[in-house]
């Protein structure tokens, strides 16, 4: 009995050991520099980002998520491993849900959220990641609803 415990210890060890050891190798390369990061259950891609050689180094500068169904749930432009720019999130039918900018990884800068029929949702800013400033919110047939005002607070280092 105890000679079958070893054993089952001893291969669960190797299998954990080799299932982490180099995920880059379990990465699907796709065309135009695009790698699958991660899949669904159904193998449907769930992460996809673009890479681009920059200075000698292969970094991902792209990327996209997707609803386990393969319809767009969002995408954006990476710099560092981190979103930078232009961020955009959609409805399973393809709709725009949001889009906001990002800066090093925080939301920064004017964002927007519509209802499913396009109709905005909501319009404002963050600053360091916060709220800030003025916000709208409006409802499905564009009347306004409410404006509330956000101080982002200070980010103490």
Same mark, same amino acid.
């Given at each position: 009995?105890?000679? +079958?415990?070893?054993?089952?210890? =001893?291969?669960?060890?190797?299998?954990?050991?080799?299932?982490?050891?180099?995920?880059k190798?379990?990465? *699907?390369?796709?065309?135009?520099?695009? #790698?699958?990061?991660? @899949? +669904?259950?159904?193998? $449907?891609?769930?992460?996809?980002?673009?890479?681009?050689?920059?200075?000698? #180094? %292969?970094?991902?500068?792209y990327? @996209?998520e997707?609803?386990?169904?393969?319809? *767009?749930?969002? %995408?954006?432009? *990476?710099?560092? &491993? @981190?979103?930078?720019? *232009?961020?955009?999130?959609?409805?399973?039918?393809?709709? #725009?849900?949001?889009?906001?900018?990002? =800066?090093?990884?925080?939301? %920064?800068?004017? =964002?927007k959220?519509?209802?499913?029929?396009?109709?905005? $949702?909501? =319009?404002?800013?963050?600053?360091?990641? $916060?709220?800030?400033? %003025?916000?709208?919110?409006? &409802?499905?047939?564009?009347?306004?609803?409410?404006?509330? +005002?956000?101080?982002?607070?200070?980010?103490?280092?």
């Amino acid at each position: 009995m105890k000679k +079958y415990i070893i054993l089952a210890f =001893t291969v669960l060890a190797i299998i954990s050991c080799n299932s982490g050891n180099d995920e880059k190798k379990d990465r *699907l390369k796709l065309e135009d520099g695009e #790698v699958i990061i991660s @899949k +669904y259950i159904n193998e $449907r891609p769930q992460i996809i980002r673009k890479a681009q050689e920059i200075d000698g #180094v %292969e970094k991902f500068i792209y990327e @996209k998520e997707y609803y386990e169904d393969g319809n *767009l749930l969002k %995408e954006g432009p *990476l710099k560092d &491993d @981190k979103r930078q720019g *232009l961020w955009k999130s959609y409805y399973r039918d393809g709709t #725009v849900w949001s889009e906001g900018e990002f =800066t090093e990884g925080k939301r %920064e800068g004017i =964002t927007k959220s519509y209802h499913p029929n396009s109709q905005v $949702r909501y =319009t404002g800013s963050f600053k360091n990641g $916060r709220k800030s400033g %003025e916000w709208r919110f409006y &409802d499905e047939n564009g009347e306004l609803l409410e404006i509330k +005002y956000f101080q982002a607070e200070p980010i103490i280092e």
